[in-house]
C-alpha cells in the first residue's frame, strides 16, 4: 500500500529530527591550539637529518586521556604536563632502537629540561618494573622518567603502532609533530626545533 504524502513528509521530517539530535550530541572531535604558521615554517626550516623524519601535522591532534602508571606509585594523565613543551616517547624493554635512542633522549633532558621543557618516557606493553630500572642503569640513563603503560592504553589512544614512537606535545596540551623509529634527537637540529618551539609564544 502507497504511503500518503502527509505520511512521507511526516517521516522524512522524523528522520532528520532524529539525524540532527545524534549530531547535537556527539562530542566535538575539533582540537583547537597548535603551532602558528610563523612557528611551523622555523622548524620546518630547521628539519635536517634524522628530524627529516618529523611529520608536522596540518592541524593539532588531541592527545591521550587515559592514565600512565609513575614509578613511585599513582597514576597520571599528559594533561599534567601542558604548559610545558612535552618531547614524548614512548618504548619499550625489549625495543632495541630504543637502547640506542634513549641515551640522546637523556642528553636532551640535560640540555633543555627545565620549567618549559621536559622528556617524557613512557614504557608500553609488558614491561617488568625491574627490567625498566635495568635497562636505564644498563646504559647509563638517570634523569628520565620510568613511566609505565601496562595494558597499552595510552599507546592505543594515541594510535601509535610501533618503537619507538616520539611525540611533540605543545604548552596547550595538543599533538602537533611526530618520529617514527629512533633518531639523533641530541643532534643541532633536533635541539634547535625544540628552542624554537620552547621561544614561541604559540
Not at 511526516?10 to 572531535?29: D, E, M, N, Q, R
Not at 618529523?54 to 606509585?73: I, R, S
Not at 646504559?139 to 597499552?152: E, F, Q, R, Y
Amino acid at each position: 500500500m502507497k504511503m500518503s504524502r502527509s505520511k512521507l513528509v511526516y517521516t522524512a521530517l522524523a528522520a532528520i529530527a532524529i539525524i540532527a539530535g545524534l549530531f547535537a550530541f556527539a562530542p566535538s572531535t575539533s582540537v583547537t591550539g597548535g603551532l602558528s604558521e610563523a612557528t611551523r615554517a622555523e622548524v620546518q626550516a630547521l628539519q635536517t637529518g634524522d628530524m627529516k623524519k618529523l611529520v608536522l601535522y596540518p592541524a593539532p591532534q588531541a592527545v591521550a586521556t587515559a592514565p600512565y602508571t609513575k614509578p613511585e606509585g599513582g597514576t597520571a594523565t599528559l594533561a599534567e604536563h601542558k604548559g610545558k613543551i612535552v618531547l614524548l616517547n614512548f618504548w619499550a624493554t625489549w625495543c632495541a632502537p630504543c637502547r640506542k635512542e634513549m641515551p640522546l633522549l637523556a642528553e636532551l633532558q640535560t640540555e633543555l629540561g627545565g620549567e618549559d621543557f621536559e622528556v617524557v618516557t613512557i614504557a608500553t606493553g609488558k614491561n617488568d618494573p625491574a627490567a625498566m630500572a635495568r635497562f636505564f642503569s644498563e646504559i647509563g640513563v638517570t634523569n628520565l622518567p620510568l613511566h609505565a603503560d601496562p595494558k597499552s592504553a595510552v599507546a592505543r589512544e594515541m594510535g601509535v603502532l610501533g618503537l619507538p614512537a616520539t611525540i611533540i606535545i605543545t604548552r596547550d596540551g595538543t599533538e602537533v609533530a611526530r618520529l617514527l623509529g629512533d633518531a639523533d634527537w641530541a643532534s643541532d637540529s633536533a635541539k634547535n626545533i625544540l628552542k624554537a618551539l620552547i621561544a614561541a609564544n604559540d
